[in-house]
């Protein structure tokens, strides 16, 4: 028996619920603790121990979050009306990924994760596309009116001083409708350095998209916060690590995206990020293949898989059916936590084992042995579905007989 690869500062680690539930503890029992003296502060995120906490455990694992650096999370229920009868719970709790957000005030990077034998329904696309989103504001905070008849529609401005300022939205001439929106500097320039400090991290281009031409204020200032961030805090970082930050018309960023090969990281607004992270989602095969990572402005993160607790396969488990649930997301995010741990504490050999994890993953599934949500899409000629515990043992086969196990204890 060897030694284990040791860590220093523990991950907080936060569980979650079903499905995703039951992937969390075989892909640990498999892959991660037979190779790594794991370390983690354990927060039970599952609805039932956030009912029984009145939903504190979220908050306390967000604040453990700001207090250790990095964070795996598992999927969770956001509770809806039919899982407040199902789970019987005290309240309708409020989404866990909602709170954490509220608490570190993040931006959300999702990556997919590519195979060789899943081929993006986008012919050129040969390298992951990384939509950043900005998370705060614009529709997704704002007031709207249905206007009955005619009459004027005015933007007022009050200071609180006395001052005031007026701008006429229109004159309303018969019935229509009207928004109101807002957004903040603070917010933006977070959400600027975030994706700065992201692209810097995977050594990628980072494009910015609005529609400046048109919202000469409000997009505007969107475009001017990322520049004189960039200028004043970035330039010189990006040059020296050879990457480029490139902003353009989000018309003309789709337009590129679609012939581009891919490999950047693209920053978008909130309503556009919501439609594109889809898009590309999509675009790139599988939901399932989509990993998610919240950074902080301060540099905290928390690692995710992108999809939910996957309810349809959990109900088939408790029916003891088989289920062919992929847990690759969720390898990911124990990966990506596992190697900025590795990072942070300068432990190259705890980044290593990361890399070699995600490697024989993808290999796996490159030798044909898949998931069935894969299955469907790939085009590997002798390809083999399995479920998601054999799939995590042939992952496991190929770590230790590459020898690239590292130190194993068996
Ligand atoms: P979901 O869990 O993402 O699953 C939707 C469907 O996508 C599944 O039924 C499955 O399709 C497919 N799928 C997703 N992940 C998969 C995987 N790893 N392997 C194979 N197939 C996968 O979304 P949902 O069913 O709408 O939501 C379930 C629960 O998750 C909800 O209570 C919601 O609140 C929660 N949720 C949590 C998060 C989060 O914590 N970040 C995010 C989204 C949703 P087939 O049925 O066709 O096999
Ligand atoms: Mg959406």
């Not at 354990?42 to 967000?62: C, F, I, P, Q, S």
């Not at 696309?125 to 709207?144: F, Q």
């Not at 894969?374 to 515990?389: D, M, N, Q, R, Y």
Request: proline fraction near 3%; charged fraction near 30%; include cysteine.
């Amino acid at each position: 028996m060897t030694t284990k690869i040791r860590m220093t500062t523990p991950l907080v680690e936060m569980d979650g619920d079903e499905m995703t539930r039951i992937i969390w503890k075989m892909l640990k029992q498999t892959l991660i603790e037979p190779y790594v003296d794991l370390r983690t502060e354990y927060y039970d995120l599952g609805l039932e121990h956030r009912n029984e906490t009145n939903d504190e455990v979220t908050v306390a694992a967000a604040h453990a979050t700001r207090r250790l650096g990095v964070a795996v999370k598992c999927a969770t229920v956001t509770p809806n009306a039919q899982r407040v009868e199902e789970y019987k719970l005290k309240e309708m709790w409020k989404s866990p990924n909602g709170t954490i957000r509220a608490i570190l005030d993040g931006t959300v990077f999702r990556v997919p994760i590519l195979v060789d034998c899943i081929e993006p329904f986008v012919r050129t696309w040969k390298k992951p596309i990384t939509l950043a989103r900005h998370a705060y504001g614009d529709i997704y905070r704002d007031v709207e009116m249905y206007i009955p008849g005619k009459g004027r529609a005015e933007l007022v401005f009050t200071d609180g001083k006395g001052g005031e300022t007026r701008l006429v939205v229109h004159d309303f001439e018969g019935s229509g409708v009207l928004l109101g929106m807002h957004n903040l500097d603070e917010s933006i320039a977070n959400f600027a350095r975030a994706c700065f400090r992201f692209a810097l991290d995977m050594r990628q281009d980072l494009w910015f998209s609005t529609k400046d031409t048109i919202s000469k204020k409000y997009d505007h200032r969107f475009k001017d916060i990322f520049a004189e961030i960039f200028e004043s805090e970035y330039r010189e970082k990006f040059e020296a690590s050879r990457i480029e930050y490139f902003y353009t018309l989000i018309d003309d960023a789709v337009a590129r995206a679609v012939r581009s090969e891919g490999g950047f990281i693209w920053a978008c607004k909130n309503y556009d990020g919501d439609v594109m992270s889809d898009m590309v989602a999509s675009a790139f095969g599988s939901l399932a293949m989509m990993s998610s990572v919240l950074v902080s402005p301060d540099g905290k993160y928390e690692y995710e898989a992108a999809h939910g607790t996957v309810t349809r396969h959990y109900y088939e488990h408790l029916k003891g059916n088989p289920t062919s649930t992929n847990p690759m997301a969720t390898l990911f995010a124990w990966t990506g936590a596992l190697r900025k741990r590795g990072e942070l504490d300068g432990l190259a050999d705890l980044a290593a084992f990361a890399d070699r994890l995600e490697r024989s993953s993808l290999r796996t599934i490159e030798e044909g042995v898949m998931t069935r949500d894969l299955g469907i899409l790939s085009t590997h000629p002798s390809k083999k579905i399995v479920g998601s515990e054999e799939f995590l043992r042939e992952i496991r086969l190929r770590l230790e007989k590459s020898g690239e196990a590292g130190r194993s204890c068996r």
